[in-house]
């Protein structure tokens, strides 16, 4: 472990000189789940490096060996149909590249998918980050307060968030802290953060999503627990509680600052998490768990809750 | 909406009406041409009724060049509103609707086309047959693409552009504007002719092949225009019912993919990439034929392991329909999901690499010369390397979340497509040239092109991995000053202009070479090995006057340098079919549809519907068995091509 840290930090110098003084986003991760996808990515480079150096020598050696103007004029090259040890070897290399490539890959996509490794015994900050045209909706529900446009997360602990639309595909990315995962409608994606750094990053929505998609972004803070705690605090003493009116202009295209609110839409307007299993923030409908995947209930299924909205 | 409402466009601007005049002044320039040079009954009996593989061939070529400028002047300006911060060059919606027909363009209607060139052009005559299996099914083909492609580019002229990407992802597609009617309507009506080429290929190839040609001494380029075509006819029927689905959310109120009532954003989001993925093999399989030919003729040697080369053909096009889900990895499919399509994917990178080792090889123990074919061919190997390493990367699922969407991605597929597709396209077009018009594109020009070609790629291409890497997302139209984004951003114009003043060189090098390049070549001149040298330039249209019998891929070679004999016995009557008018004239109704369909004009709509049934229903009834090649004649054109 220590050794493939040392290897990553000389990469990372590498990379760094390469390419100017600040390091590159993606290559700068501030908490556990962007550090492996960063290790992940300079391992790839380093293998890649190697093939690419592989064939630009072989093919610098042919040319120039075999030029025409390097041989006798009458000079006839031979039939040759091919080699099966040549070719084993030109098969193998790249077999066992992609087989350990494919371990690489497969162990860190159930890394990604679960709860970031070291903070297992946490419990996770839960938060909805939902979508509309062009803005993102953070939803606090254990705080009970709901942001717009920005995002203020605790170190040192999981973020869990619960990602979904109001509108097209998004993909809610915050690259120092961890890959992107769509944000789609009528289905709650989730996906595992966490930050081990205070500060300020960068975070937007990664998929095109029409006229606005270029400022669809937010700013992230990571703070320390007790500030977060504090910040929370502060919202609540201080902040216009989110109405289903004030939540439905807030869903209007066009681009918004920040904002702030007491209470969340999910109060009124709840995540579409029906698919989703073992969830503590569903809607109390069991019975369309059984419905799942099939569109035809599914439409039935939000006509109810619908209904029992309006009641 | 008003009448005339509809067809206005929704966000014009000072381009899109310089544009529309120009346009306006071409059309007007053509036409009063064509009338003073009394050419309208040329241009009617020897290329609009044509069902002669060749010309359908070279009309394919002119529309797939028009179509790369077009897709060419999109690309310069997404680089010229990216190459500074906060630019205002474009608005958001005009850059939206440049990144979207830019890339539908390129795709469907500049590579398609430009690799069905070479497949009319190229493959009746490298297995030795006097045309493809359905003549007049290839003309229809070719004239569905062509109006598909029309009507796809007057959409910002008329109405407005599709503005939602060239992957169009409902729910974002699902507007008021016509943009994606436009998208959903021109793509299937090109689609069809693209679906019918395939089957008219697939059935060329299987049964027409000359004497002696079994498949597995069929040319490398046959070859992969073989699978190509298998993939064709299993992916397209797939965009077909999307298209449709999509159409009729569109006009007739359907909900496949809207947000309530059941639709599934994501169903669409999976049949598109079910065909999108096998559609990338469709264009780069040829292009690996071509420079199999290329690479070969000019190393003076057989292909290294033709075998393999099969094999790795065939592994490909079956795994190219089971890795679609990567372009979804970021969708919350699950680790496991996650896992197998990493894995397919990362697959592919064997057989591709079975193929660029055997390419190395082909060049050793040859004599290698650097004509600008295969300089082209030269420059492709390390350049697509890069690009295919990076596709590994991009298939490791975990760390494609970082990757997804952003220019990474973009500068991948912009260098395995570029160096993969284009420069294959553009080496092919200076090898075929001479085949095709009997004079050489000028060599010296043709060098320049590729390097500045190859110059402008690296430098356009190699910042977007930096700056994705840094955060920039795909189809931001812009981006403020502490992104610092700009410089790289900059260096990706002043690479993508290098490119451009290559692609204009080009023409100058057509323009050059049309009034100055020696007339008096032989039919051989690059001392090549295929078939398809082994008969006159210009070709007569019956292609060869005795059908060759063959013994190896390698026909001619053998014919020119082991004294095997390709032509026995003597000539016969040759059978050939006749041309027809109905193919244009179906697909000009067919345009007419399209366009009644976008703006909803049911009348018209009704009407052009009945008129494509009237055309079936009288090509159902027509008694037409092709006329005969008399052995007076065959002998006569033989004679004066041998003189000549």
Redesign the interface.
Known sequence: MKLKLALFAVMMFGLTVL?GC?P????DPKGPM?E???S??ML??LM?AG??IA??A??LF??VK???SN?PAD????????NPW??GI??GI??I??AI??V???Q???????APTGYEDKEPLVVYASSSDWKWHFSYPEEGIETVNYLYVPTDRPLEFR?YSH???T?F?I?QL?????A????V???HLAADVEGEY?G???????????ENKFDVTAMSQEEFDEWVDEVKDTADPLTEKKFEELLEPGHLGRMTFTGTHLEFSPAPEHHEKGDKYKDGHEDKKKHDNH??S??ES?EKEHMNHNE | MEFFERFAIPHPSIAIYASMVAAGLTLIAVLAGLTYFKKWGYLWREWITTVDHKRIGIMYLISALLMLFRGGVDAIMMRAQLAVPDNKLLDSQHYNEIFTTHGVVMILFMAMPFIIFFMNFVIPLQIGARDVAFPRLNALSFWLFFMGAMLFNISFMVGGSPDAGWTSYFPLADTDSVGTNYYMIAIQIAGIGTLMTGINFMTTILKMRAPGMTLMKMPMFTWSAFIANVIIVFAFPVLTVALAFGTMDQLFGTQFFTLDNGGMAMLWANLFWVWGHPEVYILILPAFGIYSEIISTFSKRNLYGYKSMVASMVLISVLSFVVWAHHFFTMGQGAMANSIFSITTMAIAVPTGVKIFNWILTLWKGKIEFTTPMLYSILFIPLFTLGGVTGVMLAMSAADYQYHNTMFLVAHFHNVIIPGVVFAMLAGLTYYWPKMFGFMLNERIGKWTAWLLSIGFLLAFMPMYVTGLDGQARRMYTYSESTGFGPMNMVSFVGAAIMAIGFVLIVYNIYYSVRYASRDISADPWDARTLEWATHTPVPHYNFAITPEVASSEAYWDYKKKNHELYKGDYEKIHMPNNSGIPFVMSCIFFGWGFSLIFSLWIPAIITTIGIFVCMTLRSFEKDHGHYVSVKEIEDTESELRGA
């Open positions: 390419t600040e590159l986003t993606v290559l962007a492996r996808l960063a992940d990515i790839t480079m890649m093939i690419v064939v630009f072989m093919l042919m040319l075999y030029r025409a041989q000079y006839e090259p031979p039939h040759i149909e091919g040549v070719e030109l098969v790249p077999i590249i992609v490539l494919s690489v890959s497969v860190s996509n159930y890394i990604v998918e679960s990602l509108g097209p595909i993909s990315w690259p961890g890959g992107q995962k769509y789609m409608n009528a289905h994606t989730t996906l960068m937007r929505n990664a998929n095109f999503s029409g006229e606005g998609f270029a569109s035809a599914k439409k939000s």
